[in-house]
Nanobody, 119 residues
């Protein structure tokens, strides 16, 4: 099992920057990929950014390309999401997730952290 804990979410204004952090614990050696997802009220959860835990293969959703940066440190078991030029439409609960080796989907999820961007 892998446990994930997000932090860093808060209320900000449009144009501000914010950094989210995720701390992984437990069987972190089983992690193949990690990512950030988000869910807004009334909408389905969507991918924000993902990366191979060993490095590389970084993916960004079109809506955040050029504004968000995902960064992982497997030695510290942390995954960060640097968010710049925030927009009101970025308002959501942000979740950290992990996919294990041999898995077909993200199986481990954090509790989420709320990001609210005011206009």
């Amino acid at each position: 099992q892998v446990q994930l804990a997000e932090s860093g979410g808060r209320l900000v204004q449009a144009g501000d920057s914010l950094r989210l952090s995720c701390k992984a614990s437990g069987r972190t050696s089983s992690i193949y990929s990690m990512g950030w997802f988000r869910q807004s009220p009334g909408k389905e959860r969507e991918i924000v950014a993902t990366m191979r835990w060993s490095g590389g293969r970084i993916f960004y959703a079109d809506s955040v390309k050029g504004r968000f940066t995902i960064a992982g440190d497997s030695a510290k078991n942390t995954l960060d999401l640097q968010m710049n030029s925030l927009r009101p439409e970025d308002t959501a609960v942000y979740y950290c997730a992990a996919e294990p080796f041999g898995g077909t989907q993200y199986e481990y999820w954090g509790q989420g952290t709320q990001v609210t961007v005011s206009s």
